[in-house]
């Protein structure tokens, strides 16, 4: 019984993690991974809500991209 809890949590806790977005549609996983942009936009004003329109403000700062991140939704350059 024990042993079927476990996996029953494990197949749960896979599943969830499968699901999960940071909210732009993204995967936990490919959220995960894109975590390493950490420089913030000096010149995006507003709410970040599309990694496109922050990707162009950070390119024409000099980064090669953005994405939006975080609960503040920051645009984030990398």
Known sequence: MEVKKTTAACALLIVLLLLATDGT?????????????K???????GLCVSDSNCAQVCRSEGFPGGDCHGVRRRCMCC
């Open 25 to 37: 549609g993204k995967g936990a996983v490919e959220a995960i991974l894109h975590h390493h942009c």
């Open 39 to 45: 420089t913030p936009s000096r010149t995006f004003k």
